[in-house]
Structures are given as C-alpha cells and as structure tokens.
C-alpha cells in the first residue's frame, strides 16, 4: 500500500517570497511523484512529474521539486511567487497498483 | 483540440434519484477514472478503467456505477444508495501504463459539483 502525507493544509506567503509546500510519501515499490494545482472549481493541472533520472525536477510557471529517496520526499518550490499561484496543491503517488494516490491538498495563499 | 469534458458543470438532484455524470476524452488514451472531492479530503478514487468493457473498483465504489462502452466515454452513475453524495466529481484519463504497472500522467476534466437537496 502507499500513501502520501502533505504536511502543510494551508500555507499563506507573501508575494514575491520564496514558498516550500511538503510532501511525503510511503510505498513498498518504487514510485513515480506527481505535483498538481487545482484553482477554484476546477480540474486538476500537472505542474511536474519525477518518473526516474535527475532528482530535481522543473515544472510549469517556475515551480520545481526534489525527489528526496532517503528522506521518502517530494517538496515542491518556488522562489519567488505570485498572485496568481493562489491555489490548492496535490502531491500524488504511483506505485504498483495502477492508481494515483493524493495527499490532502495544501492551500497556497499569496497575500499582496 | 484535445482533452477531457464533463457536463454539466452543476448539477442538482432531489434525495433518492439517480443520476449520471458524463465524462468524453479524445485524448486516444487507454484508461479513465473518476474521483470524488470533498474539502479537506483530497482525491479519492470510485472507479477506473484500463480498457474497454472492463473496469475496477477503487476506496470509495459503494453506491456507485460505471460502464464502458467505448473507449472515449465513461460515465459515472450516483444512486440513490449513495448516502453523501453531495460533492465535486472528477474524471481523469491516462495513456498506456509504465512499466511495472504504474500509471503515467492522469489528465484531468473540469469537473461537475453534484448538490443534492
């Protein structure tokens, strides 16, 4: 079985500050990780994906994250954020079993 | 232009009715799932499919059905033996799994947010 842990439910930053959101996970196999943004009322988007290879992975509108094996992590970063990274964020897993599975989400809100 | 629809967006229901959500893709992808949304609770997973005429159950099937017909469409029915089924539903699509079984990226639609009154 696997699960994943987003240890943060609601992260409030100020624009223009750097942001960490945590994720760790727990699996028996070897995963495949998975960032996405959700904005109010609507679908999830992909941001980034660690499938194997380098363990810093860049995603879409500067995000990045790190694959951490020893530490079972997947932290998401940006350096500098914006208004509009106002969202909900998942981490998600993949393992043998042919499905994803989510954290509870963690709310970024960027204040002016 | 490619991607997953769900209609309608919003949808009401009296208690005891069923009813069913839509979910097309023409991404040419192999397997679907639907997801339901609560606040605080993250995603948990109702059905998914890998292939045509063939689907499993997830963590949260009870009270739920699916079908799949054809490999571009995959509707979700809430029944009435649904106790809570007031929530925000999400369908997703993949392309083939990698190795090992895993899936690759899932593909989400813009979601229907079902009120029953």
């Known amino acids: 079985a696997q699960s994943v842990t987003q240890l943060d439910s609601q992260v409030p930053v100020f624009e223009e500050a750097p942001v960490e959101l945590r994720c760790n996970y727990s699996?028996?196999?070897?995963?495949?990780l998975f960032w996405y943004v959700q904005y109010p009322n609507q679908g999830l988007q992909l941001l980034l994906k660690?499938?194997?290879?380098?363990?810093l992975v860049k995603g879409i509108n500067g995000f990045e994250a790190e694959f951490n094996k020893s530490q079972t992590s997947f932290h998401l970063r940006k350096p500098s954020v914006h208004i509009s990274d106002t969202a909900e964020y998942f981490c998600?897993?993949?393992?043998?079993?042919?499905?994803?599975?989510f954290g509870s989400g963690t709310q970024l809100t960027v204040l002016p | 232009d490619g991607g997953i629809t769900q209609s309608p967006k919003y949808l009401f229901r009296k208690e005891g009715q069923n009813v069913t959500l839509s979910c097309e893709q023409n991404?040419?992808?192999?397997?679907m799932y639907w997801y339901r949304q609560d606040p605080g609770q993250g995603l948990r997973l109702i059905y998914y499919?890998?292939?045509?005429?063939?689907?499993q159950k997830g963590d949260i099937a009870e009270g739920y059905s699916v079908s799949r017909e054809k490999k571009e469409s995959f509707p979700l029915t809430v029944t009435s033996a649904q106790k809570n089924p007031t929530a925000f539903y999400l369908c997703?699509?993949?392309?083939?799994?990698?190795?090992?079984?895993?899936?690759?990226?899932?593909?989400f639609g813009p979601g229907t947010r079902l009120t029953v009154l």
């Open positions: 997703a699509s993949s392309p083939v799994t990698l190795a090992g079984g895993s899936t690759d990226t899932q593909y």
């Open positions: 699996s028996s196999v070897s995963v495949y």
């Open positions: 660690y499938l194997s290879g380098s363990t």
């Open positions: 998600a897993v993949s393992g043998s079993a042919r499905q994803l599975t």
């Open positions: 991404l040419n992808h192999d397997a």
């Open positions: 499919s890998q292939i045509v005429n063939d689907f």
